[in-house]
C-alpha cells in the first residue's frame, strides 16, 4: 500500500499533496448537516485523523509486522472515507425523495462535498492500487492498471524521461472521469479498475443529476 510507506518513498514521490488531500477530505465530511451524516460525524472524523497520524508516525519503521500493520491501516482508512461519504450520498437522495427534512442550501453544500470526497477518495484508490512505479517486491509485480498517454510515447518526447505517474496524475484522472463520467486520456486496464470507475462515475451522476437539480428547484 504506498500510503502506508510514503516516507519510504518520499524521493520518487513527495508524500505532502498525498496528506493534505487526505486532511481536505476529512473536513469535508464535517460539511453535510448531522440529518445527513451517518453517527457521529466529528468522532468518525477524529478516528480518521488517528489512522492517518498512526500511517504517518509508523511510516519510517520497516519491521515485517509493522508493515503488515500498515498496510491494514491504509486499506481501512481509504475505505471508511469511501463508506462514509457513499453513505451521505444516500441519506442525501434518501431526503430528497423521502424525509424532505433539509433544506435546499444544505443540499447543495451536502451534494457539492460528497462530489469533491469522490474525487478525492477515489484518486487515492487509483494511486494506491495501480502497479505502475515501484514495487515492493519487483518479482511479485502485477499487471498495470492504468495505461498513461506518457507510457506509449517516445523518451525524447518527454521532459522528464524518468516519467512515472504520481498522485497527481491518478487525481487528474479522478477528476476528469467524475466530470465526464468516463475515461478520458487515460485508459482503465483491469477489472478492478474498470468496477471502481464506473462506481466513481455513477455517484458522480447521482450526486449531480438528483442532489444539485433538486437543491436549484428548492432555491428557485
Known amino acids: 500500500m504506498k500510503l502506508a ?15 493534505a488531500a487526505v486532511i481536505l477530505a476529512i473536513g469535508l465530511q464535517l460539511i ?15 478516528l480518521e485523523v488517528l489512522l492517518l497520524v498512526a500511517l504517518m508516525v509508523s511510516s519510517t519503521s520497516q519491521h515485517m509486522s509493522v508493515r503488515r500493520a500498515r498496510r491494514a491501516l491504509a486499506i481501512v482508512f481509504v475505505a471508511i472515507i469511501s463508506i ?60 498495470t492498471d492504468f495505461l498513461f498517454p506518457q507510457t506509449s ?22 477528476i476528469t472521469n467524475a466530470s465526464a463520467f468516463s475515461p478520458t486520456d487515460t485508459l482503465p486496464l483491469t477489472h478492478r479498475i474498470k468496477l471502481l470507475m464506473t462506481i466513481q462515475s455513477l455517484t458522480s451522476l447521482l450526486t449531480v443529476a438528483l442532489v444539485a437539480a433538486r437543491a436549484v428547484n428548492i432555491l428557485s
Open 5 to 19: 510507506r510514503l516516507h519510504h518513498h518520499a524521493n520518487s514521490e513527495p508524500y505532502w499533496h498525498v496528506y
Open 32 to 46: 453535510p448537516s448531522s440529518q445527513l451524516s451517518v453517527g457521529p460525524k466529528y468522532l468518525i472524523a477524529g
Open 84 to 143: 462514509v461519504n457513499l453513505s451521505s450520498l444516500a441519506l442525501i437522495i434518501n431526503d430528497i425523495l423521502v424525509a424532505k427534512q433539509v433544506s435546499g442550501q444544505e443540499l447543495l453544500l451536502s451534494g457539492v462535498a460528497v462530489y469533491l470526497t469522490n474525487i478525492i477518495i477515489y484518486g487515492i484508490w487509483y494511486w494506491e492500487l495501480d502497479n505502475n512505479g515501484e514495487q515492493d517486491d519487483p518479482a511479485a509485480a502485477r499487471p
Open 153 to 174: 510515447m517516445p523518451a525524447s518526447a518527454l521532459r522528464n524521461k524518468r516519467w512515472g505517474p504520481t498522485f497527481f496524475d491518478y487525481l487528474y484522472v479522478s
